[in-house]
């Protein structure tokens, strides 16, 4: 999405280093992507002032997944999200999505929510994620 990310992550049993993570994965795209002359948002004074960018939202969000169910509602939450956001009329539309491994997988079927907002409307989702 243009300025934020989903993701499942399985990390180590001894290491729950969220932000370390995901600092450094934004760090390192930041960098690369004002390389190749990608742009910014607008930020605040503040926000420059300690050396951010506009790139990325400031604020992530972490959930430890307890059960199967909660995984399914999640992945769900990741793959709708392009639709939420008006940018794809489909999750099957999203290119940089991992909606099309799971349908490989034999999760989702190829039309999945295709027809937003008949199917499955966004407050069905509401509550498993802020963003």
Request: proline share 5%; hydrophobic share 35%.
């Amino acid at each position: 999405l243009p300025d934020h990310f989903h993701t499942l992550w399985t990390l180590p049993a001894s290491d729950a280093s969220y932000s370390r993570r995901l600092g450094w994965i934004k760090k390192e795209f930041t960098k690369s992507w004002l390389a190749q002359g990608g742009d910014e948002m607008p930020i605040t004074a503040s926000r420059r002032n300690r050396g951010g960018h506009g790139v990325w939202q400031r604020r992530f969000w972490e959930h430890a997944v307890r059960d199967e169910e909660d995984f399914a509602r999640l992945l769900d939450y990741i793959h709708f999200n392009p639709v939420k956001h008006g940018l794809v009329r489909s999750p099957k539309d999203w290119q940089y999505s991992s909606f099309h491994r799971w349908v490989r997988l034999g999760v989702y079927g190829q039309e999945w929510c295709a027809l937003f907002p008949q199917t499955l409307k966004s407050d069905d989702l509401s509550g498993v994620v802020g963003e």
